[in-house]
């Protein structure tokens, strides 16, 4: 029904124009293929991630000119067997392995087939199902088990051993909400190498609750009847154009990218400004996100989710549906990786592309002609859902013809839930329901920012603004300024928002000198943050340093992609932001990577139940002095093009 509301499009990336293009279908089989051949694998080694090994800054800027293809793809690997990691790197143009590395002592991501092999394990378990017995479980087959990791608590088995520690819950009938009624007390530990359960950790019996927290449409009771259609119509097609991943939207140009790991990813993000096209980054991503929570009961004191390194944000990605998921003139892109075996793992419409009406851009009305000009903003949006488990995390890009860049995240899905004895309340948590609550937690991201503004030697200034105090020359005490500071360090360049003094960060190069004679730049805008309220020596907090700062500079470096590290699942801690930037190197005026922390605490509500109205987290980046005006003066008037004909312009 939805086909009916506009034109709609995929594509897979195949027939590659672009270097930084994701590995294509053909590409991962052949990787596939020359590593079994190569190395011989047997049935328990796991394919963690194939990703396109990305070729250096160097060649890819020279691309244009070689004109030479050069395909190389990432591999990690891990053997149940021997519980080993193996890293490896597969030249597609060679057509062989080029590298082969073990990496002792690490824990990769877990796989989708973990999820659901690992669920299977628990609910086979004689002494799981014992366990569900005595809370009051008759039917095991009404029973979810969520794998969660299970983090660095020091135990021996977690330095040894690949880990899980479920969360379970149990349905009323197959299409039930089950997160209405967790398993409270019950924690399975699941050696993921053997899938077999090795304990059964119970903290005693909490009875379920016993209400329903439904939201499918054929099991609301009553939905409202008041919705008339809102169509998005775009009869001369939209106004972007595509070749493969490659994307230009009015001034805009910039390449899409997909990775099992990350998700999705933009790249080489450009605007065409007087007859140049003028690159602003390099290469946008999110790097790691944790969701710590804040509850120190046994059940839930050892919770917390890195859902890209530990769950990988782009094997959960969604497929998207027009109409749904998105409005209006719609380009899809295929999500192209592989399951644990190493088998192509297609996941249609897992990127979403399209135009928006943003409302008023710019207006004014000279009042002595009464002649008012207005422009409607519009942007472009690229967006991806995944869903870990119970939640939902939404990434859209928004780029506006303002020159400005926007990153949002929307949250929703459905909380994580415990249960507590009738008429008790919850400290560390709010009561949903009867005997239902959902502990307070946070949602930290971290993204990976790769700035290139007009080339790749760039510096980072903080600006903060203060007032000046009554003198000679501010009589009537009025004054205030901005004050940059210029970041030199990496050490220094670790900061902390500041509303006191209206903070925020400017990206700049010296090297390119605007009309008015300074260095171009962009202003990097925080929006919702937070601060983590566990102890520092809180296990999670130690494996997820990026927390420590909202802000860090690095010089480029092409193998530091993740603010945790590349293994934080089971890891100790340490690694990442945290390691790098003890180096204290260097970040003025060369190709420096900008980190950017952002954290939204949630304290739950029980308009959040069952199901979770989105929450909004996000940055903007906004030109300044990067154009020598307004970019969007040149904007024509809207029409008011109305069906009837009586179409007239905006101005
Ligand atoms: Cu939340």
């Given at each position: 029904m939805f086909m009916n509301l506009t034109e709609t499009s995929t594509s897979t990336c195949t027939g590659l124009h672009h270097p930084l293009e994701p590995l294509t279908a053909d590409e991962l089989r052949t990787t596939v293929n020359i590593l079994r051949e190569g190395k011989q694998l047997g049935k328990t080694i796991r394919f963690v991630s194939i990703v396109l090994k990305e070729p250096s800054k160097k060649y890819v800027k020279g691309f244009c000119q070689n004109g030479e293809l050069r395909r190389e793809a990432f591999v990690v690997l891990f053997d149940n067997g021997t519980n080993k990691c193996f890293e490896a790197v597969v030249s597609l143009n060679e057509k062989r392995i080029t590298s082969w590395k073990h990496i002792p002592g690490v824990q990769p991501t877990m796989t989708a087939d973990e999820q659901i092999e690992c669920e299977k394990a628990v609910l086979e378990s004689e002494e799981f199902q014992a366990a569900c017995k005595r809370h009051g479980v008759e039917d095991i087959d009404l029973v979810m088990v969520d794998i969660w990791t299970a983090g660095n608590y020091g135990a021996r088995e977690e330095s040894t051993m690949r880990l899980a520690r479920p969360l379970c819950f149990v349905r009323a009938d197959l299409t039930d909400n089950g997160y209405a009624r967790p398993i409270e007390g019950l924690r399975p530990v699941v050696d993921l190498n053997q899938m077999k359960v090795i304990r059964v950790e119970d903290y005693g019996c909490v009875p379920l609750p016993s209400r329903p927290g439904n939201y499918r449409a054929d099991r609301v009771r009553e939905l409202r009847t008041d919705v008339k259609p809102l169509e998005i119509t775009q009869p001369d097609g939209p106004s972007f154009q595509v070749n493969g991943c490659e994307v230009s939207w009015q001034k805009w140009s910039l390449i899409i990218g997909f990775n099992s790991r990350e998700g999705l990813t933009l790249h080489n993000i450009s605007y065409h400004d007087g007859g140049k096209k003028r690159s602003i980054l390099y290469r946008a991503s999110l790097s790691e996100m944790v969701v710590p929570y804040g509850d120190p009961g046994p059940t839930q004191n050892k919770k917390n989710a890195f859902d890209s390194g530990e769950y990988g944000m782009g094997q959960c990605a969604n497929s998207l549906e027009l109409g749904c998921d998105c409005l209006g003139h719609i380009k899809y892109f295929d999500g192209v990786i592989t399951n644990s075996r190493g088998e192509l793992q297609i996941i249609k419409n897992a990127i979403c592309m399209h135009e928006e009406d943003y409302g008023i851009l710019w207006k004014h009305t000279d009042r002595r002609h009464n002649q008012p000009e207005v422009r409607r903003s519009r942007r472009l949006v690229i967006s991806s859902i995944s869903t870990v488990e119970n939640y939902e995390y939404g990434f859209f890009w928004y780029l506006y013809q303002d020159g400005s860049i926007q990153f949002e995240i929307k949250l929703t899905g459905i909380l994580s839930l415990g249960a507590l004895p009738a008429g008790q309340k919850a400290k560390y948590g709010n009561l949903m329901a009867p005997q239902l609550y959902a502990p307070n937690h946070q949602h930290f991201f971290n993204l990976r920012l790769d700035f290139d503004l007009d080339g790749v030697a760039n510096s980072v200034y903080e600006v903060n603004v203060q007032g000046e105090p009554k003198s000679r020359k501010n009589p009537y005490g009025n004054a205030f300024y901005a004050k940059p500071t210029l970041l030199t360090t990496e050490q220094k360049a670790r900061r902390n928002l500041k509303l006191e003094t209206g903070r925020y960060w400017k990206i700049v190069n010296e090297n390119v000198k605007n009309e008015i004679g300074e260095p171009v730049g962009y202003k990097f805008i925080a929006g919702d943050n937070s601060v983590p309220y566990a102890a520092k020596t809180a296990s999670?907090?130690?494996?997820?340093?990026?927390?420590?700062?909202?802000?860090?500079?690095?010089?480029?470096?092409?193998?530091?992609?993740?603010?945790?590290?590349?293994?934080?699942?089971?890891?100790?801690?340490?690694?990442?932001?945290?390691?790098?930037?003890?180096?204290?190197?260097?970040?003025?005026?060369?190709?420096?990577?900008?980190?950017?922390?952002?954290?939204?605490?949630?304290?739950?509500?029980?308009?959040?139940?069952?199901?979770?109205?989105?929450?909004?987290?996000?940055?903007?980046?906004?030109?300044?002095?990067?154009?020598?005006?307004?970019?969007?003066?040149?904007?024509?008037?809207?029409?008011?093009?109305?069906?009837?004909?009586?179409?007239?312009?905006?101005?």
């Open positions: 999670w907090y130690k494996r997820a340093g990026f927390v420590n700062n909202h802000l860090w500079v690095t010089p480029y470096a092409p193998d530091e992609k993740f603010g945790a590290g590349d293994y934080p699942n089971q890891h100790k801690g340490g690694d990442g932001l945290i390691k790098w930037t003890k180096k204290n190197r260097s970040v003025t005026n060369t190709d420096i990577v900008l980190w950017y922390t952002m954290g939204h605490t949630h304290i739950p509500r029980p308009e959040d139940y069952p199901v979770m109205p989105a929450s909004y987290i996000g940055f903007l980046l906004k030109p300044a002095g990067f154009f020598t005006m307004n970019p969007a003066n040149d904007l024509p008037p809207s029409s008011k093009a109305a069906k009837n004909g009586n179409a007239s312009c905006c101005h």
